[in-house]
Nanobody, 118 residues
Framework: QVQLVESGGGLVQAGGSLRLSCAAS????????MAWFRQAPGKDRESVAQ????????YYTDSVKGRFTISRDFAKNAVFLQMNSLKPEDTAVYYC???????????WGQGSQVTVSS
């Protein structure tokens, strides 16, 4: 059974930093594209960052470029999102995602609340 468990969310002041972690079990991290999504109240879920399986190429949505960094640790079977210079508009529930579209597989974590106060 695949499980993705997020941790590291919380309340932080604008300009501060948080590091989200996603511990994966039941799958081999190196075989999946790992991603972070977020969903703010009243808004659609959006992709924030992803790191592609195999070559490790990363992608970031424009609003977080230069502030957020996605990374992975195969030994720990975990993926991380370092978030710096946080803004109130970053407030959302952040979700870890593992996918292999060519295999038709897509998994989600339970979400972790990030709240940035002004």
């Amino acid at each position: 059974q695949v499980q993705l468990v997020e941790s590291g969310g919380g309340l932080v002041q604008a300009g501060g930093s948080l590091r989200l972690s996603c511990a994966a079990s039941g799958l081999t991290l190196s075989l999946y594209t790992m991603a972070w999504f977020r969903q703010a109240p009243g808004k659609d879920r959006e992709s924030v960052a992803q790191i592609r399986w195999g070559d490790g190429i990363t992608y970031y949505t424009d609003s977080v470029k230069g502030r957020f960094t996605i990374s992975r640790d195969f030994a720990k079977n975990a993926v991380f999102l370092q978030m710096n210079s946080l803004k109130p508009e970053d407030t959302a529930v952040y979700y870890c995602n593992a996918n292999r579209r060519d295999w038709g597989l897509n998994y989600w974590g339970q979400g972790s609340q990030v709240t940035v106060s002004s």
